[in-house]
């Protein structure tokens, strides 16, 4: 039975002179880092053993930066002049993105089989839990120790990771992954955002000294 505070005011439980005793007491926020993202080793050996479809789901969410649902959408019409232009299904955020060499690369190796990227045998759009429970049965092979606590949402951090080890501004990573606010690149960028922003602006400090007038 719920017993929020606006449900027993409409009851009548609490005076009205009392008021809400819940108002003005600030949400608790849960501090989390969300998803790990995957370790080199664990990529490696990912990459050395999946099976072609779990491979290409991979690379997509690696090379894209996307969430998972709006990878198994991705349509070959999407794919044009080296660029992946859609809708986010999440944010209805309407994104153009080139794609890394990377992935054309891998691209032009994966059999056109129907509308989708990512498909069945028969060439038809798979469900998202068809296509986790074969990246599970991929990890379970794995000799990685802890390879089954790391799941596929992880390699969207991955993607957002290495936009700040390449350098970019917190504005270039949210034009590639969509993301809505600098609050949540802190979740998905974690520590190495922070590192890379603190290099950038010591390095900017450095070149001010040495252009000063006797140094």
Known sequence: MRSDPDLCNRAGFLKKEHGNPAKGIPLFKQQSEGWEPWPDDLRAEFERIATPRARLVYELCIGTGQRIGDVLK???GHLKDGAYDFTQG?????LWIPLTDRLKAYLATVDKKGLTVVTDAAGRPVRYRTVADEMRKVKANMQHP???KYVTHGLR???TIELY???CSDEMVKAVTGHSSVEMLRKYGGKVR???LASRAQEARNRMEQNKPGT
Do not use: C, F, L, Y
């Open 74 to 76: 991705i349509r070959w």
């Open 90 to 94: 999440k944010t209805d955020k309407e």
């Open 146 to 148: 802890d390879a089954a």
């Open 157 to 159: 951090k991955n993607a």
């Open 165 to 167: 080890h390449a350098g």
């Open 194 to 196: 922070q590192r890379e």
